[in-house]
């Protein structure tokens, strides 16, 4: 029997009530509302243990510890301070944990999926921009004939230096070998899809490569992977895609998409701690290794930048220099990955692991689709004098993930803000009107939306209010 949609805070504990991932809060630590306040490490431990529960709508920006991290990042202190040197290949049959040496491929297999792929084509390790800087050195090849690299021109400021550095590097002008997609509708922040089949097609005998988000940060806007993908295939470009946003929050079938190459970050939707190591896609067909190969024949695997950890585990300890890589995207390792940093994020993924992306983004969707509907019972029809705000992200839920950015009347934010923080609301900001909100679907419920609104439509109000005074004494 489904339940008539009300605004009432009954209906949404009726909606908790059925969820059938409400028991993963619990997997997660929530900040209460006097730790947040709290000015000293000590006090915030203490605040947390009791206090009020935060609503914490902000696993777009930092993801919450799950509660089982401390545990797995503890195993692997106590694993290297009574192991040393042997940690690294004795397994320890009570640990969580594998040895050293295979931290990153257990890694591997857990975020494989998450992202719609095969275990061979991930490989967790370095940072988001790093692992854009090292599969670019390997999928960017300009020619005299395609040179030019398409990037959408609200990009997050780390993936527009690294194109135009990549760019740069190779002697080349980003003014002419930066092509930088803009929307049609000079009212609008989104991207159509024709607008970024245009770019394709203008510049499609030049361009070596395509770089979008697969979730776009700012407003929230997911990009149809597979069709772009496609079609920039169609006309002989590379595509990779950044999926900052997108990895955790929605699904995504990066093998059957055949896209070339993908990046992220684990600290937002997948809630590896901050700054905790990224992953990168290679698809299979890109990481072949053929060692065999004769020189007249082509290359024996992709040309990248090499390190040692990237090369064949049954051979890495010879110490003879001759690098054979792994086969996939292990095959893109350089450095020996850190175990304690990727402690977190397989405890992350052991959460993830337990369920699947296809039950999350559908309550993702049913969350946010909550959050859409009661914004929108207190819009005042669209263009009237008591408009706050507007919901800058598709409405359409096939084109965007758990967040929604709200622009905000010019001269709310800091008041709008402030009052959120004082009543326990976290949410990010981006200047000068935008507020991010982002229900994440394994640990926010339907009752930290409804409290939400109840707030932010109170803190609207008194903004609008103080903004009223303020223009009535400077007049």
Known sequence: MSLERSTERAYALALDAKDPLRH??????????????????????????????????????????????????????????TKGVHGHFQQLADSPLPHFIDTDEVAARGMAQVVGAMPSEVAVMETLTANLHLLLASFYTPTAERYKIIIEGKAFPSDHYAIESQIKYHHLDPQSAMIMIESASPNSPLLSIQDIYSAIEKHASSAALLLLPGIQFFTGQYFDIPKITAYAHSKGIIVGWDCAHAAGNVVLQLHEWDVDFAVWCTYKYLNAGPGSVAGLFVHEKHG?????????????????????????????????????????????????PSALALAPVIASLEVFNSTNMSAIEKKSKQLTGYLEWLLNQHIPELGSSQQSFIILTPSNPAERGAQLSLGLNAGLLDHVMQELIENGVVLDERKPDVIRVAPAPLFNSYLDVWQFVQIFQKALANAEQAKLTRLAVTS
């Open 24 to 81: 993963y809060q619990a997997e997660f630590i929530i900040p209460s509302k006097s730790a947040l306040t709290s000015s000293t490490l000590k006090s915030s431990v203490e605040a947390n243990a009791s206090g009020e529960r935060c609503i914490y709508l902000c696993g777009n920006s930092l993801g919450l510890q799950p509660r089982r991290t401390a545990s797995r990042v503890t195993a692997h202190l106590d694993a290297w301070a």
């Open 288 to 336: 072949k290794v053929n060692m065999d190969v004769e020189p007249k024949d082509g290359v024996p695997y992709r040309p990248r930048l090499c390190g040692w950890w990237g090369g064949d585990k049954s051979v890495r300890f010879n110490m003879d220099n001759r690098f054979i890589p792994i086969p996939g995207a292990g095959g893109f390792q350089v450095g020996n």
